[in-house]
């Protein structure tokens, strides 16, 4: 055995569960009271094979030891794994929560965002394994493993088949709640009014306003809207319903566009086209109101502006003393007319442009005979000339077409009426079919219906 001067008093310890050893002494050690070998035969028996540092023990035996512990040898402590995090698709903004209550209570976004139904909306990266260490001793050392992150699927999502995306269930809007999982609102419901600060709204769902749509904004849904209070000079553009409990009020700028239903409990001043019916429950001033199918309004008082529908209108009043110059219109017949003047000045147009280009191809070819040949520019001409010539045909062709679609349109019978619940004032005009009649004195509860190319005035 290597000489050691009082053994006992220097031992080798391990600590940090392997990780390390180190030497302590109860009395230290003078310079070349030891040597390297006996040093080293008291680590061995300590049972240490790695990651022994023979340079520290070199200079305890060269510059002695003062017996405090001191670091001997280092094991590996290998690498910890890395956690699973999510990815998401959108930007995630906490949502303000709860919004409304009881039932209604829902989470509201900062910023209204769309995903449509089947798109990602989060993806789980798998957390990353870690590499054991290596003892002093030669056992292993366990290390930490990541933990896989949480897919949190709130309402409206699904996960895939792996398990390792979120998916959308519906379109709308998606919300990071702060629980850290993820829903989809397919109808976003706003507890305030809808202002500059939202800035410009085109969302695939859904959209409910508790308060007022403000200023000058722009909102376009795929679905429907629905405004508790009023709207000011702003464009709504809706694939389905707008219903707006207050009025649709401003300087002349704002309109409303729906592929479905209106409803609005007042308009003045502004534009709403709606692809089925429109309801105005109070009153309709000086405003353009244009349905698909037909404008009920039989408590409204109708006060200058134009009114015009496919199926019917239904109204109380119309006009006012002072404002009486209001437009009636119901039918497809005076769009179709309007159409057909419009596609037989289109028809002309085109005969003219045939006669035109014909004459313009013949002068260039003949002046091509003539000389043997064309300045570039004037073979480009030439060359998009021949292309016109066979197109415009084309075009006369499809036009007389449509010509004939609107003529036949027009023989269809159409039982369509205009229904006035209480008072028609002068100088109002109103369409039935085609066929236009300026009210000379007011009249009272009356159904205007057309036949035979003129109109009638019943009593309701």
């Not at 949502?95 to 989470?107: C, L, N, R, V």
């Not at 013949?362 to 480009?380: C, H, I, M, R, S």
Request: charged share 25%; with cysteine.
């Amino acid at each position: 055995m290597a000489e050691v001067i009082n053994p006992p008093q220097v031992r080798c310890r391990i600590g940090d569960g392997g990780a390390r050893a180190y030497l302590e002494s109860h009395e230290p050690v003078p310079p070349g009271a030891v040597t390297l070998a006996a040093l080293k035969e008291i680590v061995k028996e300590a049972g240490v094979i790695y990651g022994l540092q023979e340079d520290v023990l070199a200079r305890i035996v060269t510059e002695g030891y003062d017996g405090q512990p001191l670091n001997i040898a280092l094991g590996d402590a290998g690498v910890p794994g890395k956690d699973g995090r999510v990815e998401y698709t959108f930007e995630v903004d906490a949502a303000t929560p709860h919004a409304g209550s009881g039932d209604e209570a829902t989470f509201v976004p900062r910023v209204i965002t769309s995903i449509a139904a089947g798109q990602p909306l989060a993806v789980q990266i798998p957390p990353e394994p870690g590499k054991p260490g290596l003892s002093v001793t030669g056992l292993p050392i366990a290390v930490k493993q990541g933990k896989a992150a949480r897919l949190g699927a709130g309402p409206h999502t699904t996960l895939s088949e792996d398990k390792l995306t979120l998916l959308a269930a519906v379109d709308g809007c998606p919300i990071w709640r702060p629980d850290g999982s993820v829903e989809v609102q397919p109808v976003v419901t706003l507890p305030a009014n809808l202002d500059y600060t939202i800035g410009t709204v085109d969302f695939i769902g859904s959209l409910v306003v508790r308060g007022d749509i403000v200023g000058d904004a722009v909102v376009k849904v795929k679905g429907s809207i629905e405004v508790k209070g009023n709207v000011e000079d702003v464009s709504i553009e809706a694939g389905g319903d707008v219903t707006v409990h207050q009025g649709f009020s401003g300087h002349g700028k704002g309109r409303i566009h729906a592929g479905g239903n209106v409803s609005v409990l007042y308009v003045m001043n502004q534009t709403v086209v709606a692809a089925k019916d429109i309801t105005i429950g109070r009153e309709c001033i000086n405003a353009t109101i244009d349905a698909g199918g037909k404008i009920h309004a039989p408590r409204a008082l109708i006060a200058g502006g134009k009114l015009d529908a496919v199926q019917e209108v239904e109204v109380g009043d119309i006009g006012t003393m002072d404002i009486s110059s209001a437009k009636i219109r119901v039918g497809r017949h005076g769009k179709l007319l309007e159409h057909l003047a419009q596609v037989d000045k289109d028809i002309k147009q085109v005969e003219r442009q045939i006669v035109e280009v014909k004459e313009a191809v013949y002068k260039l070819v003949k002046f091509k005979l003539d000389t043997g040949n064309l300045a570039p520019d004037k073979e480009q001409l030439l060359s998009k000339l021949q292309e016109a010539q066979k197109l415009l045909p084309k075009r006369a062709e499809g036009l007389k077409g449509e010509k004939a679609a609107i003529e036949a349109e027009l023989q269809k019978k159409s039982d369509v009426r205009i229904v006035v619940r209480g008072t028609i004032h002068k100088d109002t005009m109103v369409e039935v079919n085609g066929v236009r009649k300026f009210i000379d004195s007011a009249l009272e509860g009356v159904i205007f219906v057309e036949r035979a190319g003129a109109l009638e005035a019943r009593a309701v």
